[in-house]
């Protein structure tokens, strides 16, 4: 399975501020992808990144509030935009395995995210 | 439409008392693929098991055993002689392809007390 690093782990924002979650993967991927978990929630898809094209956004997420960038085959980064309270929450990145879209998703450790 | 239950919200047992762990999904494809993912409170979702539809072979890995049965539509988990580690929030996820990619649907979760 890929080993998948998120920085930062966790950090504390305040409202109005605007925080980028880099997730790097030790080996190439085709598709990566950033889930939100809510407080005591389940993980929700936000967004599927490709590299090389413009990130697949779920219903109820937008470009504006989390725009993505997947430069490279290894990297990929989120920003939560103008947080709010609300967007307090554990963000994960994850990857397909070696067998592709069919194979088991593997996730990074998260990060960990307060917003005051 | 996909859908996973997990209608267990959270179940405390005794160290060394067994434990099952329901899931029931719904999905209308013939080939789909079940997971369960364990999530300590470190938060890092740690992957536990694959099952693709074509395989209702039961599984089982040390203390850990997979009840899959496509009659019922559930894929159940059981931990033998629970230890306090096992206390964590597990995830059963449902994929299926869509629209050309597989999408993940996660269960609510059921967290798990193993209590010394």
């Known amino acids: 399975s890929a080993v998948i690093s998120q920085k930062p782990s966790r950090d504390i924002c305040q409202r109005g501020t605007s925080l980028t979650i880099q997730c790097q993967v030790d080996?190439?991927?085709?598709?990566m992808f950033w889930y939100r978990q809510q407080p005591g929630q389940s993980l929700t898809l936000i967004a599927t990144?490709?590299?090389?094209?413009?990130?697949?956004?779920e219903s109820g997420f937008v470009i504006d509030k989390f725009p993505i960038s997947r430069p490279n085959l290894t990297f990929s980064t989120l920003t939560v935009s103008n947080m709010s309270p609300e967007d307090s929450s554990i963000y994960l990145c994850s990857v397909d395995g070696l067998a592709g879209p069919t194979d088991t998703q593997y996730f990074g450790p998260g990060t960990r995210l307060t917003v005051l | 439409a996909q859908k996973v239950t997990q209608a267990q919200t959270e179940i405390s047992v005794v160290e060394k008392e067994d434990v099952t762990l329901d899931c029931v999904y719904e999905?209308?494809?013939?080939?789909?693929?079940l997971f369960w993912y364990k999530q300590p409170p470190s938060g890092e979702l740690v992957f536990l098991i694959r099952r693709n539809s074509f395989d209702e072979q039961n599984e089982i890995s040390g203390r850990y055993s997979w009840n899959f049965q496509k009659s019922t539509s559930s894929f159940n988990f059981t931990i033998t002689a629970s230890q306090v580690v096992d206390s964590a929030v597990y995830f059963c996820a449902l994929s299926e392809e869509t629209s050309g990619t597989y999408k993940y649907i996660f269960g609510t979760g059921t967290r798990l007390k193993v209590l010394a």
């Open positions: 990144a490709n590299q090389g094209s413009e990130a697949t956004y």
């Open positions: 999905t209308r494809d013939t080939t789909y693929y």
């Open positions: 080996s190439q991927v085709t598709m």
